[in-house]
């Protein structure tokens, strides 16, 4: 039996769904190392410490986890999610091999040592940015009022043609 037309959107949905599961599971890993980990990263006298962007970290991870589990039909909300993601997986991985040294009021963050939970949350984070990427891509644009309505496309939808 060969599938319908309908059978497109329901496999669409489900795909989404999956896709909102995971990326929001990984977004939650990403938030709970950092959330974990802040205190170990808290020195005494700095204005912005490590800890305190961990923090940060774990608070914008979270949104974007349950924005994506509510709001999963929103482009918006996927390149929200990407951005947490993608922006999490780059700083660990230039502070993992580059030396930066103190950007202002931020510390110096170069650790150029691997051990598990700063790998659990690098892997999080990419797999995170690739599903949220995929969520963007297959959520598509959003349709036209017109459209919704149902009215025919092109010239003939403007009165125009024949």
């Known amino acids: 039996m060969a599938p319908g037309p309908g059978d497109r959107p329901r496999r669409n949905t489900i795909t989404r769904v999956l896709l909102q599961v995971v990326t929001a599971a990984a977004l939650a890993v990403n938030a709970y190392v950092h959330a974990d980990l802040a ?4 020195p005494i006298g700095q204005q912005i410490s490590q800890g305190t962007l961990f923090r940060l970290e774990a608070a914008v991870a979270s949104l974007a986890a349950l924005l994506v589990l509510l709001l999963g039909r929103r482009r918006p909300v996927w390149a929200f999610a990407f951005l947490v993601s993608v922006s999490a ?5 230039l502070y993992r091999y580059v030396n930066v040294g103190a950007l202002g009021p931020l510390p110096n963050m170069y650790e150029p040592a691997w051990w598990p939970k700063k790998t659990a949350s690098a892997i999080a984070e990419a797999v995170g940015a690739v599903t949220s990427l995929a969520g963007f891509l297959i959520t598509g644009p959003p349709r036209s009022t017109s459209t919704r309505a149902g009215a025919p496309r092109g010239d003939k939808a403007d009165g125009v043609g024949g």
Request: glycine share 12%; charged share 10%; proline share 0%.
């Open 39 to 42: 205190h170990a990263f808290d």
């Open 89 to 93: 997986l780059g700083a660990v991985l």
